[in-house]
Structure formats: C-alpha cells, structure tokens
C-alpha cells in the first residue's frame, strides 16, 4: 500500500509510551474495525449486533463503548461529580457506543450502493498527514512502522482501517452534500426569528378538576387490582435469636507483641497518616492493641459459635445451643425489612438474612455490630393485597388525580379542535404578551415550552391552530394565533444567502440521520441485549 513512502525509509530509533501512541494517532480504528467482510468480524461465534451479514464482535462494542465513555468523562470531568454511573446511565452511552457502530457498517454498505471508493493514495495521503507520523513536518517511515509494531498492529491492518474510515467518512459526506435550504426555507427560518407573534390561549390541568371528578367503588375496586403491587403489605418474619457480645471478654483477652505486629502489618491501611503514608508502629501502638485485641475475641467467638450451631443445627432447638454458649434467647413478633424492632437496632446483615431462611430453621452465625447473632425463623406472613378498606384514602386519591388528568386532556383536545374552527363559543380565552422567538421556550403568560414555541410560529392566517394541545409543566395548553406581525421582507432578500448558509449544516445532518434512519429500517439488525445489559 505505501510501497512509495517505504523507499524513503530512514533509520532512526523511536522511544515512545504505548499509551500516548493510542491516544494520538489510533482513533476509532480497531475500535470500529476488525477483520471481515466490510471491516468487521464477519464469522464471530458470539456477536454484540448483527446488520444483515456482518457481524459486530463483542471487542468492538466494547471498544466503542470505552472510547466513548473517555471522551464523556473529559467533557463532564470539572463538572461536580464528573461522568457518575447515574449521568453514563441517563445518557445511555453503551447504546449510542452500539448505534455508532452499527451506523458506520450501514455506511459501509452505503458506499456500495453510492459508487463511492477510496484508492491507495488516498490512503497513502491520509496516513501521510497524521502528525503522529511526522518529523520536522514530513512523513517519517521509520517512525511510522515503529509506532505501529509497539500498538502491535500490522501496517496492513491499519491501511486497510484507515481505508474503512475514508470510505464511511466519503459516503457520509455525499448523503450530507445533497442537502439544500431552499429560499422557502430560509424565509420560514427569517421570519421564525424576526415575527412577532400574539396567542389567544387557555389551560386545564387536572388539579383543578381533580375536586369535580367522583369515583365509584368499582373505580377503586379495578384501579386496585389494576396496582396490586403498590398497595400489598410487606413480607414480614418473627425469629427467636441470641445475642453473643464480644465486649466483656475483651479486658480478660492476652495478646502478645508479635500478635500485634502482625495485625499491624496486615491492616496497614487503619494506620496512615495525612498523606496517605502508613504510621510507625510506635506511634499507633495503643491503636492497634486495642484493635488486635477486639478482632481476636470476635474471631474466637464467632468461631466458637459457629462450631455450637453446625454441631446441633439438624436438632433445629435455639434454647439447646443457647444453654451451650451461656446466651439468653429473645424472640420478636412479626416485622417488615423495613420496620424492625428496637431491639435490632444495628443489626441489618440479621435482619436481611432472616427473611432467607426457612421457617423452623436455623440461621447464622451473623456478625453486626452489636455482636454476633444465631437464630432461628418461627414465623413468615407473605406480602399480600390489602383490602380496600385499609388504603381506601390512597387509593381514592390517585384514582381521582388519573381520572381528572385523563378529564382535562379530553377537554384541551375538545378546545384544541373548537379552536381550529371559527366558533370560538364558549371558550374562556386569554391573550398573551406580543413575543419573538427564543430557543428556550419561554412564552409570556402561558409557560417554558420549546415544543409549544415550534407550534406557536409555525401557525399562519391560513393555519391559526395547531392539531392537538401540548402539555406545559402540569396544563395541557391550547392556542390559536391572535396575530403575527411579520419581519420586513426588504431585510429578507439582503439576509437570504448567509440565513442559508447558517442553516446549511443542520440540514445536513438531518439528510444524514434521515438516511441512517431509512436503512436501519430496510435492514435486518440483530443487538444481543444480554451482552448490552452486562
């Protein structure tokens, strides 16, 4: 491929860390492509998606995926909190990593249909023109075939990469380059931001009729049943239990030096200092005896415990291993996870793992930080439905609120369509400040709302109402154009070409998605969700 560049091959040794090699030069290459029919691993036995007959392989995904995610955590980085699992999970970064790459096979294939193709001096030139191959501003060889060998990727994988993303970056470009902005366009965008519109409006939110609406019992016998899960009382248990606290035994506990130094050793990371250095021995000293200590009563109890209960745990008798380790046994009535009594306090790691064992069991050793428990499940009552009577204020409450949201879209969409008419009877209207256009939404009167912005300058004297009603904040709010005073058409004809300019590349990337959308639809795209969940 780069036979030419070859026969000017210098001989200069290059020292250089691997890590910053991938950051400067390798980009999406083998992130996106790998071996195969149309750069990517056609015959994979496991796959991340499948478009048509090629395959994704999970590498590439994978790859994709952390690519992307490095470059989110460097645009988030000095915000508070950074790139958290929250953030990468709202912006769904596995699924846009997938839907990049399954993009690029479809334009791929694009190519294909559009007689586009890359030559070996494009190529040549593009490889030519990376800084990370240069020297003094000149494609270095040498250096070229040096950096390659230490990313271990073979001059032949990497210009048959890099040919890949010529020929996705050409096809993009050529579905991108049939974008116009027509003079219609452009007049509709100069007048979007120069009118100035007027609406006639009104609202209906479902807190002001919540009061009117009435629901039957079998209103709230169905919506019950429909919401079983929300209104069932929490599984609950009762357990006996005993109690072994380590702290009395502690002050009668001997311990020798190199007990304590060994435990120092291992649990070096108790003892640091300001800066993170682990403290002397000597200084600590009081520290750590009193941590050796503790941690070898407690080993020696819980082991202790644990041996009484496995010896007798097939006698299912709590009182019998109680008598052995001198414990008096408690028991509890019943209780939720989330409502444990009093005398539980502190004992989570208890509290959860009795509800795992089965009833007449025994369960343990657990250790918490009241002590160490071993005890025994007497009772478990299941979550069940609850009867009407006892969530009938809850129940009648949130029937009243659907039903009444319900209420007031029925009565906007009623508005919506009277006021696409020309009897305006019996509509209570309010007429809102004259305002231009802002990106924001932010209409005088009626509320924040982009969606509602888009409807209100899209209407005209021939169109003053939109079809449906838009939910503002909680109210469903309708409009018609009560005027529309419109920009000089002077200015127009002497803003026209830069308007259509200015608006040029957004069109351009709605042509391209537009395109990216059609063929997604003609093709046959496979994603394994297991693989994507993970």
Same mark, same amino acid.
């Given at each position: 491929?780069?036979?030419?560049?070859?026969?000017?091959?210098?001989?200069?040794?290059?020292?250089?860390?691997?890590?910053?090699?991938?950051?400067?030069?390798?980009?999406?290459?083998?992130?996106?492509?790998?071996? @195969?029919?149309?750069?990517?691993?056609?015959?994979?036995?496991? +796959?991340?998606?499948?478009?048509?007959?090629?395959?994704?392989?999970?590498?590439?995904? &994978?790859?994709?995926?952390?690519?992307?995610?490095?470059?989110?955590?460097?645009?988030? @980085?000095?915000?508070?909190?950074?790139?958290?699992?929250?953030?990468?999970?709202?912006?769904?970064?596995?699924?846009?990593? !997938?839907?990049?790459?399954?993009?690029?096979?479809?334009?791929?294939?694009?190519?294909?249909?559009?007689?586009?193709?890359?030559?070996?001096?494009?190529?040549?030139?593009?490889?030519?023109?990376?800084?990370?191959?240069? %020297?003094?501003? #000149?494609?270095?060889?040498?250096? +070229?075939?040096?950096?390659?060998?230490?990313?271990?990727?073979?001059?032949?994988?990497?210009?048959?990469?890099?040919?890949?993303?010529?020929?996705?970056?050409?096809? %993009?470009?050529?579905?991108?380059?049939?974008?116009?902005?027509?003079?219609?366009?452009?007049?509709? &965008?100069?007048?979007?931001?120069? *009118?100035?519109?007027?609406?006639?409006?009104?609202?209906?939110?479902?807190?002001?009729?919540?009061?009117?609406?009435?629901?039957?019992?079998? *209103?709230?016998?169905? +919506?019950?049943? #429909?919401?079983?899960?929300?209104?069932?009382?929490?599984?609950?248990?009762?357990?006996?239990?005993?109690?072994?606290?380590?702290?009395?035994?502690?002050?009668?506990?001997?311990?020798?030096?190199?007990?304590?130094?060994?435990?120092?050793?291992?649990?070096?990371?108790? +003892?640091?200092?300001? *800066?993170?250095?682990?403290?002397?021995?000597?200084?600590?000293?009081?520290?750590?005896?009193?941590?050796?200590?503790?941690?070898?009563?407690?080993?020696?109890?819980?082991?202790?415990?644990?041996?009484?209960?496995?010896?007798?745990?097939?006698?299912?008798?709590?009182?019998?291993?109680?008598?052995?380790?001198?414990?008096?046994?408690?028991?509890?009535?019943?209780?939720?996870?989330?409502?444990?009594?009093?005398?539980?306090?502190?004992?989570?790691?208890?509290?959860?793992?009795?509800?795992?064992?089965?009833?007449?069991?025994? @369960?343990?050793?657990?250790?918490?930080?009241?002590?160490?428990?071993?005890?025994?499940?007497?009772?478990?009552?299941?979550?069940?439905?609850?009867?009407?009577?006892?969530?009938?204020?809850?129940?009648? #409450?949130?029937?009243?609120?659907?039903?009444?949201?319900?209420?007031?879209?029925?009565?906007?969409?009623?508005?919506?369509?009277?006021?696409?008419?020309?009897?305006?009877?019996?509509?209570?209207?309010?007429?809102?400040?004259?305002?231009?256009?802002?990106?924001?939404?932010?209409?005088?009167?009626?509320?924040?709302?982009? &969606? !509602?912005?888009?409807?209100?300058?899209?209407?005209?004297?021939?169109?003053?109402?939109?079809?449906?009603?838009?939910?503002?904040?909680?109210?469903?709010?309708?409009?018609?154009?009560?005027?529309?005073?419109?920009?000089?058409?002077?200015?127009?004809?002497? &803003?026209?070409?830069?308007?259509? #300019?200015?608006?040029?590349?957004?069109?351009?990337?709605?042509? !391209?998605?537009?395109?990216?959308?059609?063929?997604?639809?003609?093709?046959?795209?496979?994603?394994?969700?297991?693989?994507?969940?993970?």
């Amino acid at each position: 491929m780069l036979d030419l560049m070859r026969k000017q091959k210098e001989s200069i040794i290059i020292k250089v860390v691997f890590a910053v090699i991938v950051l400067s030069f390798i980009g999406t290459i083998f992130l996106v492509w790998g071996k @195969g029919e149309s750069g990517f691993g056609k015959h994979d036995a496991s +796959y991340a998606a499948k478009v048509d007959d090629t395959t994704i392989s999970p590498q590439q995904y &994978q790859n994709s995926y952390e690519r992307l995610r490095e470059v989110y955590q460097q645009l988030f @980085g000095q915000a508070a909190g950074g790139l958290t699992p929250e953030l990468e999970k709202q912006l769904n970064l596995r699924q846009l990593a !997938l839907d990049r790459l399954i993009d690029s096979v479809l334009l791929v294939k694009g190519a294909k249909e559009l007689g586009i193709t890359v030559s070996k001096d494009e190529v040549a030139a593009s490889i030519a023109a990376m800084p990370a191959f240069q %020297r003094n501003g #000149q494609f270095n060889l040498a250096l +070229y075939e040096q950096l390659l060998k230490m990313s271990r990727i073979t001059p032949s994988d990497f210009e048959d990469s890099q040919k890949t993303d010529l020929l996705i970056n050409k096809t %993009r470009k050529a579905i991108m380059d049939k974008a116009t902005v027509s003079d219609d366009d452009a007049r509709r &965008q100069y007048h979007k931001e120069r *009118d100035r519109v007027q609406l006639s409006y009104a609202s209906f939110s479902a807190a002001e009729l919540a009061p009117s609406v009435k629901p039957t019992e079998a *209103d709230l016998e169905d +919506y019950l049943k #429909q919401h079983a899960d929300s209104f069932k009382s929490p599984d609950k248990v009762a357990i006996s239990y005993l109690l072994l606290d380590p702290a009395p035994l502690i002050a009668g506990e001997q311990i020798t030096q190199a007990e304590q130094e060994t435990f120092y050793r291992k649990n070096l990371d108790r +003892y640091l200092a300001g *800066d993170g250095s682990p403290l002397p021995f000597d200084k600590v000293k009081d520290r750590v005896l009193a941590d050796a200590t503790r941690d070898k009563v407690e080993r020696s109890l819980y082991e202790k415990a644990a041996d009484t209960l496995y010896q007798n745990i097939k006698s299912g008798d709590l009182q019998l291993i109680a008598a052995k380790l001198h414990a008096k046994v408690s028991e509890t009535s019943l209780f939720s996870a989330a409502a444990p009594p009093q005398a539980l306090a502190g004992a989570g790691p208890l509290v959860q793992q009795a509800f795992t064992v089965q009833t007449g069991a025994l @369960g343990g050793p657990v250790e918490t930080g009241n002590g160490i428990y071993i005890f025994k499940v007497n009772e478990k009552k299941p979550a069940a439905l609850l009867p009407l009577a006892a969530v009938r204020g809850t129940v009648e #409450q949130q029937v009243r609120a659907a039903k009444a949201a319900e209420l007031a879209k029925q009565k906007a969409a009623d508005a919506q369509k009277q006021l696409a008419g020309t009897n305006l009877a019996g509509l209570k209207l309010q007429t809102s400040l004259p305002f231009t256009y802002n990106a924001k939404g932010e209409l005088p009167g009626i509320g924040t709302s982009p &969606q !509602l912005m888009e409807s209100a300058f899209a209407l005209t004297a021939a169109k003053p109402a939109p079809g449906a009603p838009i939910l503002v904040g909680n109210r469903w709010v309708v409009i018609r154009l009560k005027q529309r005073d419109a920009a000089s058409e002077a200015d127009f004809a002497a &803003q026209k070409e830069a308007l259509k #300019q200015r608006m040029l590349p957004q069109r351009q990337e709605e042509v !391209l998605q537009k395109w990216l959308t059609d063929h997604r639809a003609k093709a046959k795209i496979v994603i394994n969700q297991a693989l994507l969940a993970r």
